[in-house]
């Protein structure tokens, strides 16, 4: 045996999810490489919901203790008092707050635990146009100089921190897309990362396995020529982002074919279809770490309410989509033992203003209430509730930049620590390092302790990829690997066998040992076996725990006395195996997709000689197979099909 550090500059290894006899190499992350308060951060997920247009806040939460001012600053579009729900009356009276009555939803969750609000949340010098300060709130940016051009997300960018080899199509570690946007054709601006490539996948029309149909009725085949113009720049891009989406199409339209949602019944409308494909896609057992969901309709400068009955109207109609589609969500996931994986919070791109105008709707203003839900959030209001003083107003009736109290990118770094587990160096690239945290956003219980952060995006090793080839000139066989993290790790084993049963070692291999960077292994097995061999990796870390990789098969063609050939490779109609063998024995050719399951099989009778085996493939799906022929419980070889 040989054994090397892999150079930087040798071939990059396939990005493919790897196969042996139809079954997927599966990522290296056993948990009892995690302290035992860890296991579960790598599960937990965040899904934000846009509420577009900017959310009337004082219609949605009113407060009591100012009830008569709120009165005569909006005589005709008040919650009357004998409508609004008290949230809790146990709050101190400047905390307390009458719910708009659409809300029954959110007090029952309140009730539950479940759900909190958030007060007066925005950032300086507040922009009231609707794109400017949408993409403020999705860059992390705000109105000064220094914050109000950045060119991308903070969720691209804590995504590409945390997950830095999540994002070149699906690979073993990360077979999911680690973020997903929901109910908006456009790409949204929070998911550009630091180079200004958007690293989410839109699933617009809700149903992946729609999407996956459209993506393969559109086809990605390249350009023969590109033009070197903006033109051209816009059609590669736009290739580039088709065949990322594609990529990722067939693995989101299987989990979303695995998962199912409970007989909880969600309302009828756009909001609630997008949480119930998110609660699929987790039930489907998605890793994806952040959702985008959007509801439009908050733009409410008229009829926001309806005359004389001021309970009902547009806005009462909004809150009760929000709500209920979040309880509904909630009990869900609740019903299919997810609930305790997921955050979900509200946002929007600002408030109204204090005073109404005159089309029973109000115009655009600065400070909202955020809302966040699930068992992970500390129910309670965070914040006093908002001065409404009409004399400190402005001219137009907003509220003066005094009455911030919460910057919204507090919010996020808090979650995205104390909930999703981020490191400092990950909030830092996220943007969000310099922010103060707020206090009792999560159940205490639930906050990710110190020596866990890092741990949903770095498990202790995690196995990217894991090649096996024979080395036709050298006569040996190379086996490469690479992993994406090392913590508190010792070695690697080769581990070698002729049945996939009984393994023998025949390397120790050390490792890097702590890494957050990407480590390159190869090592060369400089006398194979004869035949069919069978390798595997077993890691094991400073305390003697240990796991394996998948299994990997090799044939020594020179030792081997089959000669085997798939043409026409790709096929459409029909493809042909032929052998030339000295011995005579009978055999099963098997078809696997890229699921792993066996879609095709056919028994065969070998003879002493040359052999030709016909198998018809017209019935099935286009995409990647493995074909193997096997004789009784010996691999003879595997091989890799296209069908078109």
Same mark, same amino acid.
């Given at each position: 045996?040989?054994? =090397?550090k892999?150079?930087?500059?040798?071939?990059k290894?396939s *990005? *493919?999810?790897?196969l042996? &006899?139809?079954?997927?190499?599966?990522?290296?992350?056993?948990p009892? /490489?995690?302290?035992?308060?860890?296991q579960?951060?790598?599960?937990?997920?965040?899904?934000?919901? !846009?509420?577009k247009?900017?959310?009337?806040?004082?219609?949605?939460i009113?407060?009591?203790?100012?009830?008569?001012r709120?009165?005569?600053? =909006?005589?005709?579009?008040r919650?009357?008092?004998?409508?609004?729900?008290?949230?809790d009356s %146990?709050?101190?009276?400047?905390d307390?707050?009458?719910? &708009?009555?659409?809300?029954?939803?959110?007090?029952?969750?309140?009730?539950?635990?479940q +759900?909190?609000?958030?007060?007066?949340v925005?950032?300086?010098e507040f922009?009231r146009?609707h794109f400017?300060?949408?993409?403020?709130?999705l860059?992390?940016?705000?109105?000064?100089?220094?914050?109000?051009?950045?060119?991308s997300g903070?969720m691209g960018?804590y995504?590409s921190t +945390?997950?830095?080899?999540? /994002?070149?199509?699906?690979?073993?570690?990360y077979?999911?897309?680690m973020?997903?946007?929901?109910g908006?054709s456009?790409?949204?601006l929070?998911?550009?990362?630091?180079?200004?490539?958007y690293?989410g996948?839109?699933?617009?029309?809700?149903n992946?396995?729609?999407?996956?149909g459209?993506?393969?009725?559109i086809?990605?085949?390249? $350009?023969?020529s590109?033009?070197?113009?903006n033109y051209?720049?816009?059609?590669?891009?736009?290739?580039g982002?088709?065949?990322?989406?594609?990529?990722?199409?067939?693995?989101?339209s299987?989990v979303?074919?695995?998962? +199912?949602n409970?007989a909880?019944?969600?309302?009828?409308?756009n909001?609630?279809? @997008?949480? =119930?494909?998110v *609660?699929?896609?987790?039930?489907g057992?998605s890793?994806?770490?952040?959702?985008?969901?959007?509801?439009?309709?908050?733009?409410?400068? *008229?009829d926001q309410v309806?005359?004389?009955?001021t309970?009902?109207?547009?806005?009462?109609d909004l809150?009760t989509?929000?709500?209920?589609?979040?309880?509904?969500?909630?009990?869900?996931?609740?019903?299919?033992?997810?609930? @305790?994986?997921?955050?979900?919070?509200?946002?929007s791109?600002?408030?109204?203003?204090i005073?109404q105008?005159?089309?029973?709707g109000?115009? $655009?203003? &600065?400070f909202?209430?955020?809302f966040?839900?699930g068992?992970?959030?500390?129910?309670?209001?965070?914040?006093?509730?908002?001065?409404?003083?009409?004399?400190i107003?402005d001219?137009?009736?907003?509220?003066?930049?005094?009455a911030?109290?919460?910057?919204?990118?507090?919010?996020?770094? %808090?979650?995205?620590q104390?909930?999703?587990?981020?490191?400092d160096?990950?909030?830092?690239?996220?943007?969000?390092?310099?922010?103060n945290k707020?206090?009792?956003?999560?159940?205490?219980?639930?906050?990710?302790p110190?020596?866990?952060?890092?741990?949903?995006?770095a498990?202790?090793v995690?196995?990217?990829? !894991?090649?096996?080839?024979?080395?036709v000139?050298e006569? @040996?066989v190379?086996?490469l690997?690479?992993?994406e993290?090392e913590t508190n790790h010792?070695?690697?084993?080769?581990?070698r066998?002729?049945?996939?049963? %009984?393994?023998?070692?025949?390397?120790?291999?050390?490792?890097?040992?702590?890494?957050n960077?990407?480590?390159?292994?190869? %090592?060369?097995?400089?006398?194979p076996?004869p035949?069919?061999?069978?390798?595997?990796?077993k890691?094991?870390?400073r305390?003697?725990?240990?796991e394996y990789?998948?299994?990997?098969?090799?044939?020594?063609?020179?030792?081997?006395?089959? $000669?085997?050939?798939?043409?026409? &490779?790709?096929?459409?109609?029909?493809?042909?195996?032929?052998?030339?063998?000295?011995?005579?024995y009978?055999?099963?050719i098997?078809?696997f997709?890229f699921r792993?399951?066996?879609?095709?099989? =056919?028994?065969?009778?070998?003879e002493?000689?040359?052999?030709k085996?016909?198998?018809?493939?017209?019935?099935?799906?286009?995409?990647?197979?493995?074909?193997t022929?096997?004789?009784?419980?010996?691999?003879?070889?595997?091989?890799?099909?296209?069908?078109i």
């Amino acid at each position: 045996m040989k054994r =090397r550090k892999f150079l930087n500059n040798i071939t990059k290894l396939s *990005a *493919a999810p790897l196969l042996l &006899n139809g079954m997927s190499l599966r990522t290296f992350a056993s948990p009892s /490489f995690l302290p035992s308060n860890c296991q579960e951060i790598s599960d937990r997920v965040m899904v934000i919901i !846009f509420l577009k247009g900017g959310n009337d806040g004082l219609n949605t939460i009113i407060p009591i203790d100012q009830y008569s001012r709120y009165a005569n600053l =909006r005589p005709d579009i008040r919650i009357h008092a004998d409508n609004y729900i008290n949230l809790d009356s %146990t709050l101190p009276i400047e905390d307390q707050v009458g719910l &708009n009555p659409a809300m029954t939803s959110f007090k029952a969750m309140y009730d539950a635990g479940q +759900a909190s609000l958030i007060q007066s949340v925005g950032y300086p010098e507040f922009n009231r146009s609707h794109f400017k300060s949408t993409d403020l709130w999705l860059t992390g940016g705000d109105g000064t100089s220094a914050n109000f051009n950045i060119n991308s997300g903070w969720m691209g960018r804590y995504l590409s921190t +945390a997950f830095p080899g999540a /994002f070149n199509g699906p690979t073993p570690a990360y077979p999911d897309p680690m973020g997903i946007q929901l109910g908006d054709s456009k790409p949204s601006l929070g998911f550009y990362d630091h180079g200004n490539e958007y690293i989410g996948i839109n699933l617009s029309n809700q149903n992946p396995g729609s999407l996956f149909g459209l993506l393969n009725g559109i086809g990605t085949a390249a $350009h023969g020529s590109i033009p070197v113009s903006n033109y051209g720049d816009n059609i590669d891009y736009i290739m580039g982002v088709e065949n990322t989406t594609n990529a990722y199409g067939g693995k989101i339209s299987d989990v979303y074919n695995i998962g +199912a949602n409970s007989a909880t019944v969600y309302p009828d409308s756009n909001l609630a279809n @997008q949480l =119930r494909t998110v *609660a699929c896609l987790l039930n489907g057992g998605s890793k994806t770490k952040l959702f985008l969901v959007h509801k439009s309709g908050f733009d409410t400068h *008229a009829d926001q309410v309806q005359g004389g009955s001021t309970n009902l109207g547009s806005h009462a109609d909004l809150l009760t989509d929000i709500f209920d589609s979040v309880k509904a969500f909630t009990e869900d996931l609740t019903n299919l033992g997810l609930e @305790q994986n997921v955050l979900t919070a509200t946002f929007s791109e600002f408030g109204r203003r204090i005073t109404q105008n005159g089309s029973l709707g109000t115009d $655009h203003g &600065n400070f909202a209430p955020v809302f966040l839900f699930g068992s992970g959030v500390a129910p309670g209001v965070r914040g006093t509730n908002i001065n409404i003083d009409p004399t400190i107003l402005d001219i137009a009736g907003n509220l003066p930049a005094s009455a911030l109290q919460h910057d919204y990118r507090s919010i996020w770094k %808090t979650l995205l620590q104390d909930w999703l587990g981020a490191g400092d160096d990950i909030l830092n690239g996220a943007r969000f390092g310099d922010f103060n945290k707020i206090v009792g956003l999560v159940t205490p219980g639930l906050i990710v302790p110190p020596e866990c952060y890092n741990v949903a995006s770095a498990l202790p090793v995690e196995f990217s990829e !894991f090649t096996a080839e024979y080395l036709v000139n050298e006569k @040996q066989v190379a086996l490469l690997w690479k992993t994406e993290i090392e913590t508190n790790h010792s070695h690697f084993i080769v581990q070698r066998s002729t049945d996939s049963q %009984t393994f023998e070692d025949i390397e120790l291999v050390d490792s890097v040992g702590e890494s957050n960077t990407t480590q390159k292994y190869e %090592t060369i097995d400089d006398q194979p076996l004869p035949g069919i061999s069978y390798y595997r990796i077993k890691s094991i870390d400073r305390d003697d725990n240990f796991e394996y990789t998948e299994v990997r098969s090799v044939c020594n063609e020179d030792a081997a006395n089959e $000669h085997i050939k798939l043409y026409p &490779n790709p096929a459409k109609y029909d493809v042909n195996l032929v052998l030339t063998t000295e011995e005579i024995y009978d055999g099963v050719i098997r078809i696997f997709d890229f699921r792993g399951k066996k879609v095709k099989e =056919r028994s065969v009778h070998v003879e002493t000689g040359f052999n030709k085996f016909n198998l018809t493939i017209e019935d099935l799906p286009n995409g990647n197979y493995t074909v193997t022929l096997v004789k009784g419980r010996r691999n003879i070889a595997t091989m890799k099909l296209i069908v078109i």
